[in-house]
Every structure is written in C-alpha cells, then in structure tokens.
C-alpha cells in the first residue's frame, strides 16, 4: 500500500490556477524529486499537502486513510488539523530557525511542547524531556553537528544552518520529509553537505519528497522524478527516463535549459 495519494489536487488563488489535477502515489522510503520551472506549482503542492494552503479540489491519503478531501466542507479543529501535519516534516529553504534558541533547544522545542498532551507529563516531565534531548542530540549527531549543541544560528555557516532545519524536521518522526528547495540559499561547494545528509538519510529509509531547481542534485538523490509544468505533472519516471529520455516537448527544452 502506497504510504502518501495524491488524487486531482488543483489550487487556485483567486482567477489564478496553479494546481490543475495533480496526481501521483508514493511507497514507503521511497525518494521523489519534484523539478520544473519557477511557477510551475511545485511548492505548492508541498504547501497543500502539508496543509499550509487548502487544496481547491482533490483528496490526499497517507497509509490508506484520507486525510484530506476538498469535498468534505465541515469544520476541522485546530487539534485535528495538528494531527494531519504531523505526518510532514518539512525543511525550508530559508532555515527558519529560532535565532533566539541554541541548535539543541531549536530542535527540542516543538517535542517539548507537544510532550505537553501526553498523560504522564505532569509526573514524568523530567524523564519525557530527558528523552526529547537525547533523540535531538542522536539526530544532530546524524547529521554531523553534535559539536554546535549549545551553539546559535547566527554562529553557524548556511549549511550548518539546513543540518539544524533537517533534524528539526525529524524529530517529530514525520512519515514523511519535505524538502522545499533544500539548497538554493546555499553556495555550490555546500550544496555537497546537504547532499550527503539526504543520502544518509535515504540509507535509514527515511520517506522524502525534495522540491528542487538543480537537474543533477535531483538525479543524484531520487528514486523518481516528476516535472511539472503549469501545475500539472508532465513526466513522472526514474532518473533516467525523465532526464535522459523525456517524452514530452516541454520537458526537453526545460532540461535543454538548465543541463
């Protein structure tokens, strides 16, 4: 059973589409790439499918539940909303980090609050948020910062920067991470840290889906690639075929451009 659906998502902002029947499935610890030219839709997509915008039609399921169908007009709760998003975890491009926060409290934060809700947290505080630190601490030294513990954002280099962004996004253990051009704020020769992080991170089967704009990154990393094109999906193969033989006009002359 495919762990994430996505049937005929369409997004409009006012008179504008963006998304325009989006389809496609994806199995567990599988790893797609979303390429395409700026406009095309594909953060987006990202944002509808982790419910930082509200698709205009379609339905997302993840583990064979619906967790979203536009059809469905009643009112969801903020509680219930939480839920569905905990699924995602997602990396932005600009980092997003708390600059008042050191590395380790940037990536405990939101399991600490979320530790709240749990029945026991009022008589095992001290022990749940014992736990919390030390899974940062294993998730940081994964992706090589247990040195920056106590260090704070505007000390630390762009790269180590989205290190910080992923193990933040992981610490909630989403089913699946989003990468939203997990790259582009960041020069070529630091690009290769994130690189290695995601092949690291494709190693422990971690379920990820990485918009990005760099052709050669996406084949280097991807189990598939969709490319899209005005909010609809024009190719959707392996590597190989999408980049190397692409079936449709518009892809070519976009990766005529950007190879």
């Not at 990202?46 to 059809?71: P, S």
Request: aromatic share 6%.
């Amino acid at each position: 059973m495919a762990i994430l659906e996505v049937k005929n998502i369409c997004k409009s902002f006012g008179d504008t589409e963006v998304l325009n029947g989006v389809n496609f499935s994806m199995e567990k610890s599988e790893i797609i790439a979303v390429i395409g030219s700026s406009g095309s839709g594909k953060t987006t997509l990202l944002r509808c499918i982790n419910f930082l915008e509200t698709a205009t039609e379609g339905e997302i399921w993840v583990d064979g539940e619906c967790i979203f169908d536009a059809k469905d007009k009643r009112k969801i709760t903020a509680e219930e909303m939480r839920k569905r998003q905990l699924n995602f975890g997602l990396v932005f491009q600009s980092f997003n980090l708390f600059p008042q926060y050191s590395v380790l409290e940037n990536v405990t934060l939101a399991p600490k609050l979320m530790a709240k809700e749990r029945p026991d947290y009022k008589t095992h505080k001290k022990e749940i948020f014992a736990e919390i630190e030390e899974n940062a601490k294993e998730l940081l030294d994964r992706v090589g910062l247990s040195d920056k513990l106590g260090s704070y954002p505007c000390e630390l280099s762009g790269g180590q920067q989205q290190r910080v962004s992923i193990a933040r996004a992981l610490a909630l253990n989403p089913k699946i991470l989003f990468f939203d051009e997990p790259t582009s704020a960041l020069d070529p020769e630091i690009t290769n840290e994130i690189l290695k992080v995601i092949k690291d991170l494709a190693k422990k089967q971690i379920t990820m889906i990485i918009v990005t704009h760099e052709i050669e990154f996406a084949r280097s990393v991807a189990d598939r690639i969709i490319f899209m094109n005005e909010g609809v999906v024009l190719e959707d193969g392996t590597p190989d075929e999408v980049i190397n033989n692409p079936k449709n006009e518009r892809t070519k002359a976009f990766l005529s451009k950007m190879l």
